[in-house]
């Protein structure tokens, strides 16, 4: 696996994709290592955030390969789907803040965030909640024609939940236009994987369904943007849907801006092995040794990344919190 | 006197639980994290091991009907949900088996089995990471609920529950981990259907559960200072509920303020109040009963709303000052 893994990535795709790939993965660490800074020691943000550092290949991969018509649900780790998804950075922010400008308005905080308007209809923070949602968004675009698809985002924990296998069936018996994208990071909470699953390996879960399944390298943003790319083809052209097992690893812990390592939950040489596999840094080393990107162009990405973030910052800091009067409102439509 | 915490209290009922009952076990996902739980499985796994004291995958209804299947086979398991919330998931293992077991079968078969549902709320955590779900639960026939305010009965009340050999949902609240309070050490229950009186007086009668009852008491103190004195139930157990002791009281006072962390409509406040009216009590009430309980809406993440939805020791002065002036 090891191996495999510091393989190359491959680079057959537009220079400009691979380009937004890269920049997208780079606004998802600035955006959340500036949570982090607000959520310790700073203490502003105090909404419970589920971090996405180690994971951005992912969510970045996925939505490279997906039209902005397409719908993708999200989980408790939301912020790196919001932000693939091609999300505002300043609502996302306010809402971290729990503002009314917030993409919730105030509502939801880190763990609920939609932005409607660019497919995202939602995040749960109950464990595989959105699953059988977005099989449901499917069962809408084939009973509806429309040509889209729909995609589950979910970790390797929501493959304990039963119903993960109901969606799984459902999804394949009724050839849903649905990619379930499990991105296992090997840990649910405190727990690893190999306490929790008889068998680790999710991707075989498709087969019992008659269904494609795949594992693959989730720190590769080409190799995750490849597959989902056919994943969605099949589903579009009404062969049902797909697991795509996404190996990855989160490198802070479960909630919060800390690594947890004095928890012992973990240990630093399994972390810092997968620090070395940093999805982001792997793809700026193929960019720049292939030309696609120069030293200079990056460093004026980041700095347009950052300044972006603090712009998000400072709109989430000068906005208002909901009035009371909020409080009862939007219950209903 | 000692006095420890009510997170400690919960921690050394479970210890003297597993160590004195064979049949006993804890199960429940988080039991063994060093902060999902709190403070109140500490020291458990090292000393009991994984086969009492089982942490498991993220499979509520599956874990919930493992449990049941275990206490059918003798054992006293008790299950812990480390938020209230979650307990949606087990929905059917709770409500259409563990809570129908014994009566589907003329009550031949007893479900000696205790769910744990701890209320986990506040700090922005929304809408699925706030729920206190006691209504829900009470409103199952077969399943009796309990919600302790103290260290003490926190411990009492945990053993009583596993002593019962019947379906318990045992609720606790975070908001009270820290509260200090006496709690012998030896091993001791505190009788399920039975409330305590908080607090003596003569004008109004306030009933309330877990949390609530120590912001009753805050009310009351500040009440006392313009001359207002409040008699505070602590009803313990929610089912089933100490009539006995309620209706006594509100004979006294004639007055009720009811005060519930749950939500307002057709809530464990609407049934208390119910309880007062449908019997010749509600003659000598002086006012209309008064609920103080959360408005009827989802968790709201924003800290400026969570201020507001929270009912406190504020919102109970104001429902009790509402009530004396109020005549009927
Ligand atoms: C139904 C349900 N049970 C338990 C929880 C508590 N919980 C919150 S996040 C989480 C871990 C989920 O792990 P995984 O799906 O692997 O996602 P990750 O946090 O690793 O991204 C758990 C168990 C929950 N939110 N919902
Ligand atoms: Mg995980």
Redesign the pocket.
């Known amino acids: 696996m090891n191996k495999k893994e510091q393989k190359p990535l491959s680079l057959d795709l537009p220079r400009e994709l691979l380009r937004k790939m890269y920049t997208t993965m780079v606004t998802i660490r600035i955006f959340e290592e500036r949570v982090a800074s607000l959520i310790a020691p700073k203490k502003e943000i105090t909404t419970p955030c589920?971090l996405y550092i180690g994971q951005e290949s992912v969510a970045t991969g996925v939505c490279m390969a997906l039209k902005k018509e397409d719908y993708v649900y999200s989980?408790?780790?939301s912020h790196g789907h919001y932000i693939a998804k091609g999300g505002d950075l300043k609502r996302l922010m306010a809402e971290l803040y729990c503002k009314k400008t917030g993409c919730s308005r105030g509502k939801g905080g880190s763990m609920h965030i939609a932005a409607p308007e660019i497919g995202l209809p939602g995040s749960s923070?109950?464990?595989?909640?959105t699953i059988p949602i977005s099989v449901g968004t499917a069962l809408a675009f084939s009973i509806q024609s429309r040509d889209n698809v729909s995609v589950a985002f979910?970790?390797?924990?929501?493959a304990h939940?039963g119903v993960f296998y109901e969606s799984l069936n459902f999804a394949s018996l009724k050839k849903l236009p649905v990619v379930f994208v499990c991105?296992n990071?090997l840990?649910?909470?405190h727990l690893p994987i190999t306490s929790c699953l008889a068998d680790p390996e999710i991707y075989k879960k498709a087969q019992i369904f008659h269904m494609p399944g795949v594992r693959i390298d989730g720190n590769d943003v080409v190799k995750v943007y490849k597959t989902t790319r056919k994943a969605v083809e099949d589903a579009r052209r009404g062969k049902g849907p797909t697991l795509i097992e996404c190996l990855t690893y989160?490198w802070l812990g479960?909630v919060g801006p800390s690594d947890d390592l004095d928890k012992g939950l973990r240990s630093k040489e399994e972390l810092d092995c997968w620090v070395k596999k940093c999805p982001i840094r792997r793809m700026k080393k193929t960019l720049l040794k292939h030309g696609i990107i120069t030293e200079n162009e990056i460093d004026k990405i980041e700095t347009k990344i950052r300044a972006e973030v603090e712009e998000a910052v400072a709109f989430a800091r000068s906005s208002p919190y909901p009035d009371e009067s909020d409080l009862l409102y939007g219950i209903f439509s | 006197m000692r006095t420890i915490s009510f997170a400690k209290a919960i921690n050394e009922a479970l210890h003297q639980i597993i160590a004195t009952d064979k049949q006993a076990f804890l199960i429940g996902?988080g039991i063994t994290s060093p902060w999902y739980v709190g403070t109140t499985t500490v020291g458990l796994i090292g000393r009991f091991g994984p086969k009492r004291v089982i942490d498991t995958p993220?499979s509520?209804n599956c874990i919930t009907g493992v449990a049941l299947g275990a206490a059918l086979a003798g054992m006293h398991p008790i299950i812990c949900f480390?938020?209230m919330d979650?307990m949606y998931?087990a929905m059917d293992q709770l409500a259409n088996h563990m809570a129908n077991w014994c009566y589907m079968f003329g009550g031949q078969l007893n479900v000696p089995m205790v769910v744990w549902a701890i209320i986990n709320r506040g700090g922005e955590q929304a809408a699925q990471h706030s729920q206190a779900l006691q209504a829900v639960f009470s409103h199952i026939p077969g399943v009796k609920v309990v919600m302790p305010s103290t260290p003490y009965d926190a411990k009492g009340l945990l053993i009583a529950s596993v002593q019962d050999g019947n379906p318990v949902v045992y609720i606790d609240d975070r908001w009270l981990y820290e509260k200090e309070g006496h709690v012998p050490e030896e091993h001791y229950s505190v009788p399920i259907g039975k409330g305590v009186v908080r607090r003596e007086g003569k004008d109004i009668t306030v009933v309330a559960t877990s949390y609530l009852v120590h912001e009753a008491l805050k009310a009351a103190d500040n009440l006392s200072n313009v001359g207002i004195d409040v008699e505070i139930v602590d009803l313990l157990s929610v089912k089933p509920l100490d009539e006995k002791l309620l209706f006594k009281s509100v004979e006294k006072t004639n007055r009720l303020v009811v005060v519930d962390g749950g939500w307002i409509h057709f809530g464990l406040a609407a049934e208390i109040a119910a309880r007062v009216s449908e019997t010749c009590l509600f003659k000598l009430l002086k006012a209309p009963v008064m609920r103080v309980a959360l408005p009827n809406a989802p968790a709201p993440a924003s800290s400026a709303l969570e201020k507001v939805y929270y009912p406190n020791a504020g919102s109970i002065v104001s429902a009790v000052k509402k009530s004396l002036e109020k005549r009927n």
């Not at chain 1, 923070?125 to 909640?129: F, K, S």
């Not at chain 1, 979910?154 to 929501?158: H, I, M, N, P, Q």
């Open positions: 589920h989980t408790h780790r923070a109950i464990v595989g909640g979910f970790g390797d924990g929501a939940e991105e990071n840990y649910c909470t989160r479960h | 996902q993220t509520e480390p938020r979650f998931l």
